[in-house]
């Protein structure tokens, strides 16, 4: 059955701090992992990566795909309070062209 | 470009009540979704379309029917509500080529009491 879990479910840090989310997946056929943020209504798109594109930065955000370990990690640098949100790891599966969530991370900065 | 667009935004229910949540994208998107929220969690996928006349059951479908009869449309039927079914519900879609995002709805909130 198609999985994918995200860690650490929770985590709190003051603003300037670097953090690192977690997402590791087992699906069929992998075809993409995608990244979204969610602050209080419909989840916003981040980052996509495939095999042809395993690192993707932007700003302060970045990421990177591990197909051996099948897992990718999300990177936030020098955090602000608007990074206060719940970011969401996606995995598309090739078979049955599911897309598959995470359980999500809740990050909150504080001043 | 209106994108993925979910009606109602907000409904309670009586448990036992029917109701549909209507989901609507001008994309020409082939693939859509239907996800549940619940509060604190992640995306549960209910049922998914790679087509019109084509659905399939996601990992939640219970309680939920879908139809999908255009290219646009993709309806959430729920049939006997129960309490269990009080969540957020996100339509989304995305185009038929490897690896491309998927657009959400603004979402649904619905309250079964």
């Known amino acids: 059955e198609d999985k994918v879990v995200q860690s650490p479910l929770s985590l709190v840090v003051h603003e300037g701090d670097t953090v690192t989310l977690n997402c590791s997946y087992e699906?069929?056929?992998?075809?993409?992992l995608l990244w979204y943020k969610q602050e209080k209504k419909a989840p916003t798109f981040l980052f996509m990566l495939?095999?042809?594109?395993i690192e993707k930065k932007s700003g302060r955000l970045s990421s990177i795909l591990d197909k051996k370990e099948l897992s990718s990690i999300l990177n936030i640098t020098a955090t602000q309070t608007g990074d206060s949100a719940i970011y969401l790891c996606?995995?598309?599966?090739?078979?049955?062209?599911?897309?598959?969530f995470g359980t999500g991370t809740r990050l909150q900065v504080f001043p | 470009n209106a994108g993925v667009t979910q009606t109602p935004k907000f409904r309670i229910l009586k448990i036992g009540q029917s109701m549909t949540l209507q989901c609507t994208q001008d994309?020409?998107?082939?693939?859509m979704y239907w996800y549940r929220q619940d509060p604190g969690m992640g995306l549960k996928l209910i049922y998914y379309s790679v087509g019109a006349g084509i659905t399939d059951k996601g990992e939640v479908p219970n309680g939920y029917n879908v139809s999908r009869s255009t290219t646009e449309d993709f309806p959430l039927r729920l049939e006997l509500a129960a309490p269990s079914q009080t969540s957020v519900y996100f339509c989304?879609?995305?185009?038929?080529?490897?690896?491309?995002?998927?657009?959400f709805g603004q979402g649904t909130r619905l309250t079964v009491v």
């Open positions: 699906v069929t056929n992998f075809r993409s």
């Open positions: 996606a995995v598309e599966a090739g078979n049955t062209d599911k897309l598959i």
């Open positions: 495939t095999s042809s594109g």
């Open positions: 994309m020409n998107h082939n693939y």
């Open positions: 989304a879609s995305r185009r038929r080529v490897q690896g491309t995002e998927a657009f």
